[in-house]
T-cell receptor
Framework: DTGVSQDPRHKITKRGQNVTFRCDPISEHNRLYWYRQTLGQGPEFLTYFQNEAQLEKSRLLSDRFSAERPKGSFSTLEIQRTEQGDSAMYLC?????????????FGSGTRLTVV | KQEVTQIPAALSVPEGENLVLNCSFT??????LQWFRQDPGKGLTSLLL?????REQTSGRLNASLDKSSGRSTLYIAASQPGDSATYLC??????????FGKGMKLTVNP
């Protein structure tokens, strides 16, 4: 499978716990993006990497959120001290050197439920 | 700030109808526009990508058009089938590396 892979598919956690999600982009894609989608809404941009450099972060990404992309390959998104408002689908996407103009490929997402 | 609107939020039609899904955006300075399909609880599947210099793109029963000057795009689905039932999202790419999405339109095609 050469698509974008996300793990886990589902995560249920108690409020206050930390969670980490992983995204493996298409191997030749150097740009990686994280989006968050709540029920009935379109995805909202969280952050963007070009290779290992995090180049843009949304104001939605509070201090409890951190993302990394070591060595410009896979990426992780960590949420510390989860809150019920963090419940959402977290989507990862990647694209080629040309960036957004070449269109995105999305993964299947990680659905987070905070109870 | 770019805003993307999709109206209506939901549509239910009988099988076989030809459909037009609408998307409007407020800032015409876009690089491209992409239509996605999302099945319940799933990620996004890219359907069509239209660059700002293009007027339309076609893939099978799908045709997407773009009118930058009026800030509009339409997705045309020919001869709809129950398998087309999903949420359709429109997203525009602008000066930054992020896409701005509409809220989507939930389509139900009844057999």
């Amino acid at each position: 499978d050469t698509g974008v892979s996300q793990d886990p598919r589902h995560k249920i956690t108690k409020r206050g716990q930390n969670v980490t999600f992983r995204c493996d982009p298409i191997s030749e894609h150097n740009r990686l993006y994280w989006y968050r989608q709540t029920l009935g809404q379109g995805p909202e941009f969280l952050t963007y990497f070009q290779n290992e450099a995090q180049l843009e972060k949304s104001r939605l990404l509070s201090d409890r959120f951190s993302a990394e992309r070591p060595k410009g390959s896979f990426s992780t998104l960590e949420i510390q001290r989860t809150e019920q408002g963090d419940s959402a689908m977290y989507l990862c996407a990647s694209t080629t050197r040309g960036g957004v103009g070449y269109g995105y490929t999305f993964g299947s997402g990680t659905r987070l439920t905070v109870v | 700030k770019q805003e993307v609107t999709q109206i209506p939020a939901a549509l239910s039609v009988p099988e076989g109808e030809n459909l037009v899904l609408n998307c409007s955006f407020t800032d015409s300075a876009i690089y491209n526009l992409q239509w996605f399909r999302q099945d319940p609880g799933k990620g996004l599947t890219s359907l069509l990508l239209i660059q700002s210099s293009q007027r339309e793109q076609t893939s099978g029963r799908l045709n997407a058009s773009l009118d930058k000057s009026s800030g509009r795009s339409t997705l045309y689905i020919a001869a709809s089938q129950p398998g087309d039932s999903a949420t359709y999202l429109c997203a525009v790419g602008g000066g930054s590396e992020k896409l701005v999405f509409g809220k989507g339109m939930k389509l139900t095609v009844n057999p």
